[in-house]
T-cell receptor, first 112, second 113 residues
């Protein structure tokens, strides 16, 4: 199985400041069609996961443009340009290139 | 997009449960459906996926041979039959679709001894 790792696991941030979460995969996530099936999810306390980014860098409808995804091969990054209080929660990366799909352990974004 | 799971509860070790997920707000039979589970405080774990017509089904190794996924496109519903449950199966179970864009609210499964 493809192992997904994330760093940091805990990220204290100041409101209005940027934040960056790293995700790494144990194998390349480039699919045979050339696409990278890497998703980012936000999970607020008591809620279901919400997809923010799909296919590496495509932002879902309704997701603020302060969220962006980037990366290549095995190294990926979710960036928040200016953290707002509603961004508090746990962020997961998930690969959808190889079976079985696998999630990272999560990064807990909290206010400093 | 709305997904509503049901069927969770408390079950004895070795017992069975059948989860259902009713979909609305999108063309159900155009999309794969997934089951994902999550132990509170831990990361999600993908469990199973079924393609749009039910002809192709994949399972995580941890549930293969014990769980069965099916769908009824006439009822916009996907099912997860869970047999021979163990303590490690205790979790919140979510259905998800449209490449994980849509998620249900989850249903809690607790396996007790």
């Amino acid at each position: 199985d493809v192992v997904m790792t994330q760093s940091p696991l805990s990220l204290p941030v100041t409101l209005g400041q940027p934040a960056s979460i790293s995700c790494r995969s144990s194998q390349s996530l480039v699919y045979s069609d050339g696409n990278i099936y890497l998703n980012w999810f936000q999970q607020r306390p008591g809620q279901s996961p919400r997809r923010l980014i799909y296919m590496l860098s495509k932002r879902d409808s309704g997701v603020p443009d302060r969220f962006s995804g980037s990366g290549s091969g095995t190294d990926f990054t979710l960036e928040i340009s200016r953290v707002e209080v509603e961004d508090i929660g746990v962020y997961y990366c998930m690969q959808g290139t190889h079976w079985p799909y696998t999630f990272g352990p999560g990064t807990n974004l909290e206010i400093k | 997009v709305q997904l509503v799971e049901s069927g969770g509860g408390i079950v004895q070790r070795g017992g069975s449960l059948r989860l259902s997920c009713v979909a609305s707000g999108f063309i159900f039979d155009d999309h794969w459906m997934h089951w994902v589970r999550q132990v509170p405080g831990k990361g999600p774990v993908w469990v199973s996926r079924i393609n749009s017509d039910g002809s192709s089904i994949f399972y995580a190794d941890s549930v293969k041979g014990r769980f069965t996924t099916s769908r009824d496109n006439a009822k916009n519903t996907v099912y997860l039959q869970m047999d021979n449950l163990t303590d490690e199966d205790s979790a919140i179970y979510y259905c998800a679709s449209i490449t994980f864009f849509g998620w249900g609210q989850g249903t809690l499964v607790t396996v007790s001894s």
